[in-house]
């Protein structure tokens, strides 16, 4: 595993670096967010922040990953995934809302040189708006991970969700959510990145299965998004099979539902 790491900072003018020395994109940022002062956000707060990435896309582009996306096999893909809001902060039971304190970090990637260039330029001169609140943008770390083996340790920044919609006797449909160690999780989530790699590397290519497994234990997580219950898995787990898929997980997102905060992972170097 070989990383390259970079730090962006507020200028009148900048370029944004999308390529290292050895030809690879930047396809992974951490954006430090700050505050003057302590700010609230609700618990579930997954649609703000997709909506505020939206909003810092170009219109055009915007409207294609949310209405359209990438198609293969007849799925739609929008190939970026999102990670949790990272920094020191208080959960007030009562009204269900976490209180940040002023500095705080998130952390985006995506295989699309567009939607990194567009998003990292915005972002910089303008800042983010997360709901109502204005926060600063003090810094973007670019980071490159090239996978370059066949087996990798990971850890996820946001839950992971593997799911299947079913029909029930009377024909109404319903979600069936998965957990680690079903076979489903594991099927689901390889055809997944199947899929993905397919519209990163060419849709003619074949892949074989990538097998995932937990480290240790993992942790089921709630999370309500919009009026849709999501139940998503975080922790440690090693996956393992063709680099590209790999590579696949890494850039797009580890299982479904990336663009609404879920399956944003991080390697863990050894």
Known sequence: MRFTRRTLIRASFFIVPMRDENGGRDM???I???SDVPWEIPVNYNHLLQAAIYR???????????????????????????SRLMGPHDYIPASKMLVFQNKVQLILSSPIERFIREITQVLLMEGIRIGSHCLRVTSIQTEIFKVDRSVIEIETLSPVVAYSTLLRPDGRKYTKYFYPGEKDFQRIISDNLVRKAKLIYGANLAFAPVSINSIGDFRKQIVLYKNTI???????????????????????????????????IRPISR
């Not at 096999?73 to 929008?78: G, I």
């Not at 063709?242 to 944003?264: E, I, M, P, Y």
């Open 230 to 264: 999501i139940e998503a898995y975080n922790g440690r787990f090693i996956l393992e099979g063709d680099s590209r898929l790999l590579q696949a997980a890494v850039d797009a997102g580890l299982g479904g539902k990336n663009s609404c905060g879920f399956g944003c």
């Open 32 to 34: 430090t967010l700050q």
């Open 56 to 82: 810092h896309l170009s219109p055009e582009f915007a409207d294609f990953l949310h209405n359209q996306g990438y198609i293969v096999d007849r799925r739609r893909f929008t190939l970026f995934s999102f």
């Open 28 to 30: 992974y940022i951490t």
